[in-house]
Structure formats: structure tokens, C-alpha cells
């Protein structure tokens, strides 16, 4: 599987580094030929169940954003292309398949099959790290007959989208009576806004403008209808259009939309740092802490600590340039995650799909064995790969831009060494020297180097070929 080297990364708590490696070595044992459920290099990112093989829509977007990461050992978007390839006339994709059969996995929760619709987020990400567009112009139909399935199928007559609960995968979460999903309209809005910035690199003016447009209603439906501002939050509403009183974590998918004016975002992200609300001791609870049902133990969604919704918020934090608080809480989760690995009873530790709110552990669920899922590294990776590179070190990489940004919320022995950016091998480390601090740099062609220190100082500087050093005090 070893063909080249993976990214390394530098950081001051070796733990870090560890779990980070840890994590690759570990995926390798997830790549799955479906013909003869044998490992294979060429199969699709797929968790090993027993009983079932399933390729699902949720996982494959959300662990794109980490496989872009492995400097091709593993491509990001193979789980993406067989959904793609499974499109029906109609434009449906459905949120899972059974590998075996290539069937679609429908239950009476959701009979449709509609999953959330976050392709082209992940299609927009995919381009700003491998630069390709053609694969850009190969999907857009694809995208776009998506859409047009899910207006079709599921919008209203207000302009908002009513689909089961299930869809969003939050399964026991109490948000009952939930006819128009906070999570699933914000998801869609944040689909037409990626929707318009593939058109943009397309050149398409009509496609960008086609779903600035959607987006644009959605924001004006989603601000009007969904915001209490008594209680500082966006609610799911039944189907007479009232909001119903429970808080989950799918209120915080309308920061990813870019959804909430200035006001409304300071006010939705005091609830993260709000003990009583969504600030636990492990962030960020499920369910707010406040409602009957949460559980210390997680009880899946009525409390569990999940990676995937952790990176979403995380996303969401940055939209608004907190930058700090997405580190901070990133740090946290991660310490918990690798609390998780070497727990400190010294029994044997893995990492999970789901963790305890207010205290070390997996989250647990009564009556269900399976739960949760152990080395679920379909999302876990997101908070060891992905949010380690992007939040903790504080990387954000654009190869159609040929920029690097890299904000440094303190100054530390930290950084990343050989991240294939498209045949371009890059290093970047910071380190104390005689001289003070500086940066070093490698690189085998010319980029873009923005650098953001403490918010202080920000500059922007052409890295050339070969490598270099700066001083940060002489910036």
C-alpha cells in the first residue's frame, strides 16, 4: 500500500504526531475490493462490517476531506465517483448502496433514501487540492441533475425543504414533530453556494448565478423562519412552520452556510463555550446539555461527542474568522480522542465513532452492542488528519491559487514536512533558532505564502523553488 511517503507533521505534544500516524498506517486496512471483499488498493474507503458492506454518502463527503491529504496513496474521491455512477434517470443518488449488490439501502425511516446533500462542498474542496478541473466540468451534471431531484422531490411550497429525520443521520435525536430539518436546508444552502463557486471556475455565469440565486433564498428562509432570538439559535419547525424547542447540534450547519449576520453568529457561538448549552468538557455535545433528554453517557445523539460534527462546527468557526476558539476546541477534542486510544486505567484504547460529553470515553448507547463503532476512522480521521493539519498547525492549502495560508495562533515548534501539492513537494516548519524564529521553507516550484501571526502581522510573500528560511521578526 506504502507507495510514497504521507505527509509528516510537527508538533510540540508528541501524542499529536503519534495519533496522526497512527491514523494512516491504520486506513490502510479500509480500502475493499467489492467483488471479493478482499483489501485492495483500487476498492472503495469502506467501514469492514460483517454483515454488510455499504458505501455511504455521508461518510465518503466528509472523509474526502482528509484522504486529499495522503499525497495520493489513497484517492479522495473514489467513494464520490461510485455514488456518481449510481445516479438514476431521475437524478437520484442515494445515501447508501450495498456493495455486493449495488443496491440501494432504503428503510421505512427513510424511504427515499435522500442523504445530505453536500456534494459539491466536497467537490470544491477536492479542487482546491488536486486543481483539477476537468473532473470539475465531468461532474457538474451530475451535480446538477442532483439537485434538481431534490427540488423536486422534497421542496415546498415556502421554499424550504421537508425530509425524514434519518436523512441527517441523527437517528434517536429527540426532534420529534421535525418536519423542515435545521441540518438539511442549511446543507442545501451551503450545496448551492459551492454549486455556484464550481460554476465561477467553469467560467459558467449562468450556473453561478442560477445557484447564487437558490442560495440566497435559502439564507432569507433559513434567518427568517429558523432564528429565536430568545434563544440564540436556529430550530428545526414542525409542519404548521413553528419552531420546536429542542436545541441539537443541527443548529450550528447554518455557520457553514455563512448564514447568520455578525450579530447572530456571536450569539450562536456563545452556546460553544456555554457549559449549560454545548460547552462540555469534551466538545461539542450533540444535544444541548440543557435539554431533558442529554445524556452524560452520550446515548448517541443525545449527547455523543462525534468527529464529523466537530469538524463541522470547526468549518463553520472559521467561516467567521474565530480562529482561536476552532483551535482551542480542535485541541480539546483531540485530547479526548487520544485519551480515547490510551485510556488512563491502562486498559486498551481505540479511537471511536462517538465520545462521552463531560468525561473521558466512548460514548455508549443502552441495549446496543455496536455502538459505537470502534476504529471508525471514516470520520474519526477528520479530527486526527484533517483538523490537525488545517486547525491545530493551521494550514490552508489552494493549489489553483498556488497558496499556502498559514495562521499561527502562538509561536511554536510546529509544521508539516513533504505534503504533495500536485508534483510540488512542500515543507514548512517553524522553529526557534539563534536568531529567534523563523520559518523554513522547501518547495520545488514557486507558491504563494500568506503567513497570519497572533492576528499581528500578516503578509504575503512569493516563496520561490529550493529551499529558504524567514525571520518572523523581521517581517
Same mark, same amino acid.
Given at each position: 500500500?506504502?507507495?510514497?511517503? &504521507?505527509?509528516?507533521?510537527?508538533?510540540?505534544?508528541?501524542?499529536?504526531?503519534?495519533?496522526?500516524?497512527?491514523?494512516?498506517?491504520?486506513?490502510?486496512?479500509?480500502?475493499?475490493?467489492?467483488?471479493?471483499?478482499?483489501?485492495?488498493?483500487?476498492?472503495?474507503?469502506?467501514?469492514?462490517?460483517?454483515?454488510?458492506?455499504?458505501?455511504?454518502?455521508?461518510?465518503?463527503?466528509?472523509?474526502?476531506?482528509?484522504?486529499?491529504?495522503?499525497?495520493?496513496?489513497?484517492?479522495?474521491?473514489?467513494?464520490? %465517483?461510485?455514488? #456518481?455512477?449510481?445516479?438514476?434517470?431521475?437524478?437520484?443518488?442515494?445515501?447508501? #448502496?450495498?456493495?455486493?449488490?449495488?443496491?440501494?439501502?432504503? %428503510?421505512?425511516?427513510?424511504?427515499?433514501?435522500?442523504?445530505?446533500?453536500?456534494?459539491?462542498?466536497?467537490?470544491?474542496?477536492?479542487?482546491?487540492?488536486?486543481?483539477?478541473?476537468?473532473?470539475?466540468?465531468?461532474?457538474?451534471?451530475?451535480?446538477?441533475?442532483?439537485?434538481?431531484?431534490?427540488?423536486?422531490? &422534497?421542496?415546498?411550497?415556502?421554499?424550504?425543504?421537508?425530509?425524514?429525520?434519518? !436523512?441527517?443521520?441523527?437517528?434517536?435525536?429527540?426532534?420529534?414533530?421535525?418536519?423542515?430539518?435545521?441540518d438539511f436546508n442549511s446543507a442545501m444552502a451551503i450545496n448551492a453556494a459551492h454549486m455556484s463557486a464550481l460554476g465561477?471556475?467553469?467560467?459558467?455565469?449562468?450556473?453561478?448565478?442560477?445557484?447564487?440565486?437558490?442560495?440566497?433564498?435559502?439564507?432569507?428562509?433559513?434567518?427568517?423562519?429558523?432564528?429565536?432570538?430568545?434563544?440564540?439559535?436556529?430550530? %428545526?419547525?414542525?409542519?404548521?412552520?413553528?419552531?420546536?424547542?429542542?436545541?441539537?447540534?443541527?443548529?450550528?450547519?447554518?455557520?457553514?452556510?455563512?448564514?447568520?449576520?455578525? %450579530?447572530?453568529?456571536?450569539?450562536?457561538?456563545?452556546?460553544?463555550?456555554?457549559?449549560?448549552?454545548?460547552?462540555?468538557?469534551?466538545?461539542?455535545?450533540?444535544?444541548?446539555?440543557?435539554?431533558?433528554?442529554?445524556?452524560?453517557?452520550?446515548? !448517541?445523539?443525545?449527547?455523543?461527542?462525534?468527529?464529523?460534527?466537530?469538524?463541522?462546527?470547526?468549518?463553520?468557526?472559521?467561516?467567521?474568522?474565530?480562529?482561536?476558539?476552532?483551535?482551542?476546541?480542535?485541541?480539546?477534542?483531540?485530547?479526548?480522542?487520544?485519551?480515547?486510544?490510551?485510556?488512563?486505567?491502562?486498559?486498551?484504547?481505540?479511537?471511536?465513532?462517538?465520545?462521552?460529553?463531560?468525561?473521558?470515553? &466512548?460514548?455508549?448507547?443502552?441495549?446496543?452492542?455496536?455502538?459505537?463503532?470502534?476504529?471508525?476512522?471514516?470520520?474519526?480521521?477528520?479530527?486526527?488528519?484533517?483538523?490537525?493539519?488545517?486547525?491545530?498547525?493551521?494550514?490552508?492549502?489552494?493549489?489553483?491559487?498556488?497558496?499556502?495560508?498559514?495562521?499561527?495562533?502562538?509561536?511554536?515548534?510546529?509544521?508539516?514536512?513533504?505534503?504533495?501539492?500536485?508534483?510540488?513537494?512542500?515543507?514548512?516548519?517553524?522553529?526557534?533558532?539563534?536568531?529567534?524564529?523563523?520559518?523554513?521553507?522547501?518547495?520545488?516550484?514557486?507558491?504563494?505564502?500568506?503567513?497570519?501571526?497572533?492576528?499581528?502581522?500578516?503578509?504575503?510573500?512569493?516563496?520561490?523553488?529550493?529551499?529558504?528560511?524567514?525571520?518572523?521578526?523581521?517581517?
Open positions: 500500500m506504502n507507495k510514497k511517503d &504521507f505527509p509528516k507533521i510537527h508538533f510540540y505534544d508528541q501524542d499529536f504526531v503519534d495519533i496522526y500516524d497512527k491514523s494512516w498506517n491504520w486506513l490502510s486496512s479500509f480500502w475493499l475490493d467489492p467483488k471479493t471483499q478482499e483489501l485492495s488498493a483500487d476498492g472503495y474507503f469502506i467501514y469492514p462490517n460483517e454483515k454488510s458492506f455499504t458505501i455511504d454518502q455521508f461518510e465518503s463527503i466528509f472523509s474526502s476531506f482528509f484522504l486529499v491529504y495522503s499525497n495520493r496513496n489513497y484517492p479522495a474521491n473514489q467513494n464520490l %465517483d461510485y455514488l #456518481y455512477s449510481h445516479q438514476e434517470e431521475n437524478g437520484a443518488i442515494r445515501w447508501k #448502496y450495498d456493495i455486493k449488490s449495488g443496491k440501494p439501502v432504503l %428503510d421505512s425511516s427513510n424511504p427515499e433514501g435522500i442523504g445530505m446533500p453536500l456534494f459539491a462542498w466536497a467537490e470544491f474542496n477536492l479542487y482546491h487540492k488536486s486543481a483539477n478541473k476537468r473532473r470539475v466540468r465531468e461532474v457538474m451534471p451530475v451535480l446538477q441533475k442532483y439537485m434538481a431531484w431534490v427540488d423536486e422531490k &422534497f421542496k415546498k411550497e415556502n421554499g424550504l425543504y421537508s425530509v425524514p429525520v434519518a !436523512a441527517t443521520t441523527m437517528k434517536n435525536s429527540p426532534r420529534d414533530g421535525t418536519y423542515y430539518p435545521v465561477d471556475i467553469l467560467n459558467d455565469k449562468d450556473l453561478s448565478f442560477q445557484y447564487k440565486r437558490m442560495y440566497f433564498s435559502l439564507k432569507t428562509r433559513i434567518n427568517s423562519l429558523m432564528w429565536n432570538s430568545e434563544t440564540g439559535f436556529y430550530h %428545526d419547525l414542525d409542519e404548521n412552520e413553528q419552531k420546536l424547542p429542542h436545541k441539537t447540534i443541527a443548529g450550528f450547519w447554518p455557520l457553514l452556510a455563512e448564514i447568520p449576520n455578525a %450579530d447572530k453568529a456571536d450569539t450562536l457561538i456563545s452556546h460553544l463555550t456555554n457549559p449549560q448549552t454545548f460547552g462540555t468538557d469534551h466538545p461539542f455535545p450533540t444535544l444541548s446539555a440543557d435539554d431533558p433528554h442529554f445524556s452524560e453517557n452520550g446515548e !448517541a445523539y443525545r449527547g455523543s461527542v462525534y468527529p464529523e460534527f466537530n469538524f463541522m462546527v470547526i468549518k463553520g468557526l472559521e467561516k467567521y474568522q474565530r480562529y482561536g476558539l476552532a483551535r482551542e476546541c480542535a485541541i480539546r477534542h483531540l485530547y479526548f480522542v487520544l485519551e480515547g486510544l490510551q485510556p488512563a486505567d491502562g486498559k486498551k484504547g481505540d479511537m471511536y465513532e462517538a465520545y462521552k460529553p463531560c468525561r473521558e470515553g &466512548f460514548a455508549t448507547l443502552e441495549g446496543c452492542e455496536s455502538f459505537p463503532k470502534v476504529r471508525c476512522m471514516q470520520t474519526v480521521a477528520l479530527s486526527t488528519i484533517a483538523i490537525m493539519i488545517e486547525n491545530v498547525i493551521g494550514l490552508s492549502i489552494s493549489l489553483p491559487r498556488k497558496t499556502v495560508d498559514w495562521i499561527i495562533p502562538n509561536l511554536e515548534i510546529m509544521g508539516i514536512e513533504k505534503l504533495s501539492l500536485k508534483r510540488n513537494l512542500i515543507t514548512i516548519l517553524s522553529n526557534k533558532s539563534t536568531r529567534g524564529w523563523e520559518i523554513q521553507m522547501e518547495s520545488e516550484k514557486l507558491y504563494y505564502f500568506t503567513i497570519n501571526i497572533l492576528d499581528q502581522k500578516k503578509k504575503t510573500l512569493p516563496i520561490p523553488s529550493g529551499k529558504c528560511s524567514m525571520l518572523i521578526d523581521k517581517l
